[in-house]
């Protein structure tokens, strides 16, 4: 049981240190991925709102330790592990499970897929069907997957929900799901392309890219033989710190700076569509002439959300134990910004891409005071 920040930390802190027994100069996308762990999300319930978890997604080219992270990351954790690796012709069930039948006694067994997990490390993400993808999705945003099971007394099929996923042993009786997802961004044969309304179901994407040259010469087998990775608590440990975290309070700035933000990525032609005028934004001209120029559809109201509570982890992570500010708000935009942005197809031949967007949104938005 974690009973203050300290602990709370000093627990983080081994369990990022996992990963980097093997892993070497991606330490930023592993301290990103093990703070999606205790990021307060919350999802919809029937009787209102549940603690839910931050979605993480790897994004990189290939050999740079992306499915290494996830494998020894999910193996510090005492919980249920699905690794799975999508592949063109998945289908649904494959995900989720199905029930079979024993064509000799007539006996039914359900047999649950990969997806009733506690952590799915979902390899190859974008060589998903659609079909298939979309059963992730769902589990990803209710917490909850649909199963067919025939009832022994009538024979009647039904269709009957599934949580994702009891923690075993909870005291408060919590759930836990998070999906750790990668993809290679230069495979595109047999691929389908993650659209941004399907982008925005994760909380955080994170680019690892090259190590640093002193890190990159430490990739040889003598350094990594004889470790290994230490298991360092359950999954309760890692609620009981994001329930710290969600306590952080938003300054009123950095309040107003998440709004900013979210208003300065969308270009006019959202707010003549939805309000029938222009909006205020909050940044000089050049900005938004860039903004109406490049960008399609910028933030949903979901990425305020979002960003709120990766503001809150964020602050915590860095030693804050009371207030948010617009600091801890700025420095952790990008991530949670670059991959929800639908573009104009003139970004292609002018080389805009999301990350130089978020990069002027960020440097050209006025601060509150």
């Known amino acids: 049981m974690i009973r203050n920040s300290k602990e709370g930390r000093e627990f983080v802190k081994e369990v990022i240190r996992q990963p980097m027994k093997f892993v070497f100069g991606a330490n930023r996308a592993i301290f990103g991925t093990v703070m999606a762990f205790i990021t307060p999300m919350w999802r ?19 050999g740079r330790g992306k499915t290494a992270i996830l494998t020894h990351l999910s193996s510090a954790l005492r919980a249920d592990i699905s690794k799975f690796v999508g592949t063109i012709d998945m289908m649904p069930k494959d995900l989720i499970g199905k029930e079979e039948r024993d064509v000799i006694t007539g006996t039914r067994t359900l047999m649950k897929g990969p997806l009733h997990c506690h952590v799915l490390a979902y ?3 974008t060589r998903t069907p659609a079909k298939s993808l979309t059963a992730l999705l ?7 997957v ?3 099971t025939t009832d022994p007394n009538t024979g009647i099929i039904k ?30 044969e047999g691929t389908f392309p993650l659209s941004p309304a399907q982008q925005d179901r994760f909380t955080y994407r994170f680019k690892i890219g090259l190590p640093p040259r002193e890190d990159e010469m430490r990739i040889e087998s003598e350094n990594v033989v004889n470790e290994k990775v230490e298991v360092i608590g359950d999954l309760s440990d890692l609620l009981d710190i994001a329930e710290m975290v969600d306590s952080l309070r938003l300054s009123d700035q950095a309040r107003e700076l998440v709004q900013r933000y979210n208003d300065n990525s969308r270009p ?23 903004i109406n120029k490049y960008v399609a559809c910028g933030c949903s109201p979901r990425r305020n959300y979002h ?6 982890a964020y602050a915590w992570m860095t030693g804050e134990n009371e207030v948010v500010l617009a600091e801890h708000v700025k420095a952790i935009a990008p991530s949670v910004m670059q991959h929800v942005f639908m573009l104009q197809p003139s970004t292609l031949s002018d080389d805009v891409s999301p990350r130089k967007i978020v990069e002027r949104i960020l440097a050209e938005t006025w601060i509150p005071k």
Not at 44 to 62: F, I, M, N, R, S
Not at 138 to 144: C, K, L, Q, R
């Open 123 to 125: 390899d190859e993400l």
């Open 138 to 144: 769902t589990g990803m945003e209710g917490a909850h």
């Open 44 to 62: 919809d319930d029937k009787l209102g709102k549940k603690q839910a978890q931050a979605h993480v997604y790897l994004e990189d080219w290939h």
């Open 268 to 290: 006019y032609s959202q707010d003549i569509e939805d309000f029938g005028e222009k909006r205020k934004r909050y940044a000089d001209s050049s900005l938004v002439e860039f």
């Open 159 to 188: 269709s009957e929900p599934y949580p994702l996923y009891p923690v075993p042993g909870d005291p408060k009786g919590r759930d836990f799901f998070i999906v750790l997802a990668t993809s290679n961004p230069i495979e595109l």
């Open 146 to 148: 649909m199963m067919n």
């Open 307 to 312: 960003l709120k509570a990766a503001a809150k």
